[in-house]
């Protein structure tokens, strides 16, 4: 096996995941894949869930991460639309370190950068960023943007500034997506093959290696209909309103052969997610209890004393 899924969603990435976990890995380990990450949307709530339930698949590696949002500055008091926007960006813990240092940075978005979406940035990155391995995201993530509006330089930077910050851990990100539903767009898919053909000449040019995804939502190809009808509760949308949001129902679990089909001329891009997942190391996040301990002053420990003498006489 030469490939891993390191863009999944389970159903934590509410209303848009549809994915069960357990059914998950049981999909991941019938595909005889080595590991599988978990990077839900802004927040790591299935962590425990998913470690739990690896345990019981010891042939699946977890692989534990966060899609987070990457926004440039908090201060919502400034007029521009400039503090609403934000990028995604794949974070997955490479150690107990970068397991710590992950939970930090999601920790802080909630705290610190909450509007609407928990967001964090480059500060908070540069901050936490060790133990971590990087990668671009999908269609929402920054280089990919700069690469759709004709902003090849943005993008150039982009890619040195993740570099300069997470070094040989920071991966370009790949996918393809061409729906089969009858009378739906191909848009999506277009604009992928756009940003992939330059994200590979950018890779070679800025010495960076390129790992192909699949930006999970569901586990089986069957399930894109129900995942459908999800999006519909997500925006609030009629299910026949032809305006609405719409996936392009291939972000399933994929196999190593289907993945090979969208880029036969880049198998490295699939070879390189092992690479990744030889990086992993073993993570234990279960802790014991943490109790407080309150140090008494001397006068209080005679006067509990002496308490405790005239109960017992």
């Known amino acids: 096996m030469s490939f891993v899924h390191l863009h999944v969603h389970t159903q934590y990435s509410i209303l848009d995941g549809l994915s069960n976990i357990e059914k998950l890995f049981q999909r991941a380990e019938e595909l005889k894949m080595p590991g599988l990450a978990i990077t839900d949307h802004g927040n790591m709530f299935g962590v425990k869930e998913f470690y739990d339930i690896a345990k019981k698949h010891p042939t699946v590696k977890p692989i534990f991460g966060c899609e987070v949002y990457v926004t440039r500055h908090y201060d919502h008091k400034i007029g521009d639309p400039e503090h609403k926007s934000y990028y995604h960006l794949i974070l997955l813990a490479k150690n107990e370190l970068g397991y710590k240092n992950l939970m930090k940075i999601v920790s802080l978005g909630h705290i610190e950068g909450m509007y609407y979406k928990p967001r964090v940035d480059h500060e908070i990155l540069e901050r936490y960023h060790e133990g971590l391995i990087c990668s671009s995201a999908c269609i929402a993530g920054e280089v990919p943007r700069d690469i759709l509006a004709g ?25 393809l997506h061409k729906t089969e539903v009858p009378g739906l767009s191909l848009e999506t898919y277009y604009n992928q093959k756009q940003y992939c053909e330059v994200i590979f000449e950018l890779a070679k040019k800025h010495n960076v290696k390129v790992i192909a995804t699949n930006d999970v939502h569901f586990v089986r190809k069957e399930d894109g209909p129900t995942h459908d009808h999800l999006i519909c509760l997500t925006t609030n949308s009629p299910y026949n309103d032809p305006k609405r949001l719409r996936y392009t129902q291939q972000e399933y679990l994929k196999s190593e052969e289907e993945m090979a089909a969208l880029f036969p001329d880049h198998l490295e891009a699939l070879a390189n997610t092992i690479e990744v997942l030889d990086k992993v190391e073993k993570i234990e996040i279960n802790r014991g209890h943490v109790l407080p301990e309150y140090k008494l002053p001397t006068s209080s420990s005679r006067t509990l004393t002496s308490i405790w003498k005239n109960i017992r006489m």
């Open 151 to 175: 902003d090849i330089q943005g993008a150039e930077e982009a890619i040195e500034w993740h570099k300069r910050v997470f070094g040989e851990d920071y991966y370009l990100e790949v996918m």
